[in-house]
C-alpha cells in the first residue's frame, strides 16, 4: 500500500460514559502507526450524507476528551442502514449506499462502537458485504454477548448507588419505601450491583420472576424488627411472575420499557398500608463523566481495536475476558447477556437477606 491506511470510527445507539476515551484511543493509536483517522457523525449518517457527515480526526481533535461524557461524534439509536427512514417516511435498506459511499472514502476499516443492536449492524454489514470492521462494546447495561464488561456499565452503576446512598436518609426520616426503576432493559446487571453496593432491601431482576406476596413480606418483616423504612430496587425489564414486562408510550415508541416501578410501588402501599415513593433515575445513569475504571477500559478498548485492524481481524469484537482483550465473532444475532441466575452475586444477594422477589 503506497499511501497511509485510512479508518472510520462512529458510535452508534445511545451515549454513554466513555465513548470520548475510546475514540481518542483509536485516534492516539492510529496516529502512532502514521495512519488516517476519520470520524462518522451521528452513527451511520454522516456516512450517507445527512447532518454534519464527516470528521477528520488527529491528536489536537481528541485533546482533553478522556473525561468528558456523551459522544463528540454525535449518537443515533434510530440510523440502522438496513432500515432507514426517509424524509417520506418510509423505511429503506440503505446498506448498498453505504459500503458504497465507505468505498469511495477510500476507507480501510470500520471502529464501530457500539451496544447489540448496533454491533449487530456491524456484523451483518461484514457478513453481507465484507466491510472490514471492527466492534468496540458500549451499553451500561452491560449486555453485550461476548465481553465480561462492556464500558459504562460501572459509570451508571455508581451513578445509581449515589442515588440509593441519597434515598436511605428520606427513606428513615419518613419510615417509607423507596422504589427505584434502574435501566437495564432485559438485563438486571446495573439493578443487582447498585442494590448490592446501596445495601437494598429488594433487588427485582428481569432474570427473576417476581411475586408481590414475597416482595410485601420482606417490607413487613423489616417493620417488625424496628427497621420501618425499605428501599426496593427495580429493573426496567423486571416482571412479575406470570405477568408481562410495562412499557410506556412516548407517542412514537410503543415499545419503551418504563414504569414498572410505579405499579410496584402501588402494590406495596396497597398490601402493607405504608407510604410509597417511585423514582426512575432515567438518562442520569447515562449522562456525566466515566469513572477511572470506565475511562480505563474505554482505552484499552480503543487501543486494541486499532491492534486488531493492523491484524486485518476484521469481523470480530474486542472483548474483556479474564481481565484481557480478546477479538470474538461479532454478533449477527440476538444474543444479550443475562444475569446466571447461579452467579456468585446472586448468592451473595441471597446471604445478605435482599429478597429478589422469588422466596
Known amino acids: 500500500m503506497n499511501r497511509s491506511p485510512h479508518i472510520a470510527v462512529n458510535t452508534g445507539g445511545g451515549d454513554a460514559p466513555g465513548l470520548n476515551a475510546v475514540i481518542r484511543a483509536v485516534v492516539l493509536s492510529a496516529a502512532r502507526r502514521g495512519w488516517l483517522v476519520t470520524g462518522i457523525r451521528n452513527g451511520y449518517e454522516g456516512l450517507l450524507g445527512m447532518r454534519d457527515g464527516l470528521v477528520s480526526l488527529d491528536a489536537d481533535k481528541v485533546r482533553g476528551i478522556t473525561h468528558l461524557g456523551g459522544t463528540v461524534l454525535g449518537a443515533n439509536n434510530r440510523g440502522n442502514p438496513f432500515s432507514l427512514q426517509g424524509p417520506n417516511g418510509k423505511c429503506e435498506d440503505a446498506s448498498a449506499r453505504l459500503v458504497d459511499a465507505f468505498k469511495k472514502q477510500n476507507f480501510d476499516a470500520l471502529v464501530a462502537i457500539g451496544g447489540d443492536g448496533s454491533l449487530r449492524i456491524a456484523g451483518e454489514l461484514h457478513q453481507r458485504y465484507g ?162 475504571w470506565d475511562r480505563l477500559l474505554s482505552l484499552r478498548f480503543g487501543a486494541a481495536a486499532v491492534r486488531a485492524v493492523e491484524r486485518k481481524a476484521f469481523g470480530t469484537l474486542i472483548g474483556m475476558h479474564c481481565g484481557k482483550m480478546r477479538a470474538v465473532p461479532l454478533p449477527v444475532a440476538e444474543a444479550s447477556r443475562c444475569v446466571p441466575l447461579d452467579s456468585d452475586l446472586i448468592e451473595t444477594a441471597r446471604d445478605l437477606g435482599i429478597c429478589l422477589g422469588d422466596d
Not at 438518562?283 to 456525566?288: D, I, K
Open 131 to 292: 466491510l472490514p470492521i471492527v466492534g468496540v462494546p458500549k451499553t451500561i447495561d452491560n449486555d453485550v454477548a461476548g465481553t465480561e464488561f462492556s464500558f459504562g456499565f460501572d459509570s451508571a452503576v455508581a451513578a445509581a448507588t449515589e442515588a440509593l446512598d441519597r434515598l436511605h436518609p428520606t427513606a428513615e426520616s419518613h419510615q417509607r419505601v423507596m422504589v427505584v426503576e434502574l435501566m437495564g432493559r432485559n438485563a438486571g446487571w446495573i439493578a443487582l450491583h447498585a442494590g448490592l453496593a446501596g445495601t437494598a432491601d429488594v433487588v427485582l431482576l428481569p432474570e427473576i420472576p417476581f411475586e408481590m406476596r414475597s416482595v410485601c413480606n420482606k417490607i413487613r418483616a423489616r417493620d417488625g424488627s424496628g427497621r420501618p423504612f425499605s428501599i426496593v430496587v427495580v429493573a426496567e425489564g423486571a416482571m412479575p411472575r406470570g405477568g408481562i414486562q410495562v412499557f410506556r408510550s412516548n407517542g412514537q415508541d410503543s415499545r419503551r420499557l418504563g414504569g414498572i416501578a410505579q405499579r410496584v410501588a402501588l402494590e406495596i402501599e396497597r398490601c402493607t398500608g405504608k407510604e410509597s415513593r417511585e423514582l426512575v433515575l432515567g438518562h442520569l445513569q447515562r449522562g456525566g463523566p466515566p469513572t477511572a
